[in-house]
T-cell receptor, first 115, second 113 residues
């Protein structure tokens, strides 16, 4: 089945130790998104790629970076995780850019714990 | 300010009962409205998506309504099942190029036997 896959599902890292979360998709969608979702809160968009074009949200900390080496894969790098970065990280994809009619398909998420 | 407000924040119902979740939004200009179901520890899964001209859309036991004039939507769940226990998130799209999705905080539904 076509899907959005995130690895690992659970990640524990130490304060200040760089960590990378992975997302892959078999939908061949142009757009890939990274969201941060803290407990009992709505997902917050960090950034997205439209093909190779990177779009950063204005309030996304510099500590968060992303790479998209090809259509299928997208990575979220947290350079120096702080305790406040503990959250669920959701990857999503859509066929095109623009909110009109472009359904976003979410992966299962990676739960990040910072110790 | 573009906002999506959901009510109630949480809800507990008995298995087999019906329930209705509410979503009010101030997003303008409006493009479409989506309801997602998010199980604990999982990513959101789309239930329905409605454009400006649609009033009702069903997906099995889930029926969403939209009143674009009053900027209100509801999600009605019929004959609830234990597996319906989840967070239900209302998401509204801005009518513009880009990724502007405005998320509500969700309603947490617990269905008990």
């Amino acid at each position: 089945d076509a899907m959005v896959i995130q690895n690992p599902r659970y990640q524990v890292t130490q304060f200040g130790k760089p960590v990378t979360l992975s997302c892959s998709q078999t939908l061949n969608h142009n757009v890939m998104y990274w969201y941060q979702q803290k407990s009992s809160q709505a997902p917050k968009l960090l950034f997205h790629y439209y093909d190779k074009d990177f779009n950063n949200e204005a309030d996304t900390p510099d500590n968060f970076q992303s790479r998209r080496p090809n259509t299928s894969f997208c990575f979220l790098d947290i350079r120096s995780p702080g305790l406040g970065d503990a959250a669920m990280y959701l990857c999503a994809t859509s066929r095109g850019q623009g909110s009109i009619g472009h359904e976003q398909y979410f992966g299962p998420g990676t739960r990040l714990t910072v110790t | 300010k573009n906002q999506v407000e959901q009510s109630p924040q949480s809800l507990i119902i008995l298995e087999g009962k019906n329930c209705t979740l509410q979503c009010n939004y101030t997003v303008s200009p409006f493009s479409n409205l989506r309801w997602y179901k998010q199980d604990t520890g999982r990513g959101p899964v789309s239930l329905t998506i409605m454009t400006f001209s649609e009033n009702t859309k069903s997906n099995g036991r889930y029926t969403a309504t939209l009143d674009a004039d009053t900027k209100q939507s509801s999600l009605h769940i019929t004959a609830s099942q234990l597996s319906d226990s989840a967070s239900y998130i209302c998401v509204v799209s801005h009518r513009q190029a880009g990724t502007a999705l405005i998320f509500g905080k969700g309603t947490t539904l617990s269905v008990s036997s």
